[in-house]
């Protein structure tokens, strides 16, 4: 099967647009030969600690799923068996939710893991890693649980052990109120990967919005280890791009979301490029995105619809969101994105540096967790004045 590049919606566009030719990517006839996995990665640049059960509180700091999918992605990679306790005991449902369930059997099944405390509402979890198998893989989260999360505890391990291409699908969610929906990563999680050396492809066939779920993502990683970067200014802002979607919905509710859109950015001056689009799927929903491109760098806000809510306040929500990034002069990572990339860096030889609109609690807890599996130095230096605050990495 070949996907064919386009300029149709984000459901059939492959988000990787540096790839050149006819082809994004092609079915492989088959993935059995694959080579042992190669651990050389960490092992040349010395960052992993010796091996030995690391033990985690997973009520400290941001107090959810992070550490437990951060774990997962370190464990398979380092080798390292963890247990975790009070997994999300900070939420109102504590315990593994399905969408976290999803991760550990993923992870288990990529890396022969051998797994005690993987069921729904379990609040220990151990977890310990075998070797990793990098191939294709089907997961159907059975919920509206995100898929974004799932593909982003798999990838370093897929793509720093692959010997060749790897799809992944993912049935689900792929719009998601508490975790990054498919606009984002498909902009900016991916550009940012592209700019560390890392390079994936998605399509998303069909739309999953809470409560039934049933949306489908599909992944290409390429094998590839992450290099380090600098991204210590964003320069200026070259475009602002708006796409308003529906799913089961009628298409006036996109058309209001990028009517408020464009009237609160007119006072800003700025004119954005619009577009509609409308999804397939299982359940109806609405969402909006917003990309503000600099170049060499950017983000991606999302509004997400829900029960009772007007498309004005979706705008709202993603408009305020990207304003209060553009307010931090030199920012150029957006909050979204600093915890995301600090990991891949942290696996990078080097020293990594960007800036940040926003120190988060996601971001601590994720230089928190990185630190029991690495001896990889973090640091987090706080805004001064109007300067963007600053991530050092190595």
């Known amino acids: 099967m070949d996907w064919q590049p386009s300029q149709a919606d984000w459901g059939h566009t492959p988000s990787d647009r540096h790839y050149s ?14 080579g042992a996995p190669h651990r050389g990665a960490l092992e040349s640049n010395r ?13 400290k700091g941001e107090g959810g799923g992070q550490i437990l999918r951060t774990a997962l992605t370190l464990s398979l990679l380092t080798g390292r068996p963890f247990q975790i306790s009070q997994i999300r005991a900070n939420r109102d449902r504590p315990g593994l939710r399905p969408q976290h369930l999803a991760a550990v059997q993923a992870a288990a099944e990529l890396g022969h893991a051998e797994v005690s405390g993987a069921s729904v509402g379990s609040r220990t979890l151990t977890f310990r890693p075998g070797t990793v198998d990098a191939r294709d893989l089907t997961i159907d989260i059975g919920t509206a649980g995100a898929t974004a999360l799932v593909l982003q505890t798999l990838h370093l391990p897929i793509a720093m052990n692959a010997e060749s291409g790897v799809r992944l699908v993912l049935e689900g969610g792929t719009f998601n109120l508490a975790a990054p929906s498919f606009p984002f990563i498909a902009e900016t999680w991916c550009a940012h990967l592209r700019r560390l050396g890392l390079r994936v492809g998605l399509a998303m066939p069909s739309a999953g919005f809470y409560p039934t779920g049933g949306g489908r993502l599909e992944a290409w990683i390429e094998p590839g280890t992450p290099q380090a970067i600098v991204l210590d200014s964003r320069g200026p802002l070259v475009a602002v791009r708006v796409e308003a979607g529906v799913c089961q919905l009628d298409r006036g509710i996109a058309e209001r979301m990028i009517a408020r859109v464009e009237e609160r950015l007119a006072s800003r001056g700025i004119v954005p490029e619009v577009r509609i689009v409308e999804w397939t799927g299982r359940s109806p929903g609405a969402a909006v995105s917003i990309v503000a491109d600099h170049g060499s760098t950017g983000g991606n806000f999302v509004g997400l619809g829900e029960r009772g809510k007007s498309a004005e306040l979706v705008a709202d929500d993603a408009v305020d969101e990207l304003l209060a990034y553009l307010g931090v002069p030199d920012a150029a990572v957006d909050p979204h994105s600093a915890d995301q990339l600090l990991l891949p860096l942290a696996l990078a030889e080097g020293r990594s540096v960007f800036t940040v609109s926003e120190i988060t609690g996601h971001l601590r807890t994720n230089v928190a967790t ?22 050092v990495v190595g």
């Open 47 to 59: 960052v992993a600690k010796p091996l030995g059960m690391v033990n985690l509180d997973g009520s």
């Open 21 to 34: 030719g006819g082809k994004l990517w092609v079915t492989h006839a088959g993935h059995g030969g694959l």
């Open 370 to 391: 990185i630190a029991a599996f690495l001896d990889r130095p973090i640091e987090i230096h706080e805004s001064v004045n109007d300067r963007p605050a600053r991530v």
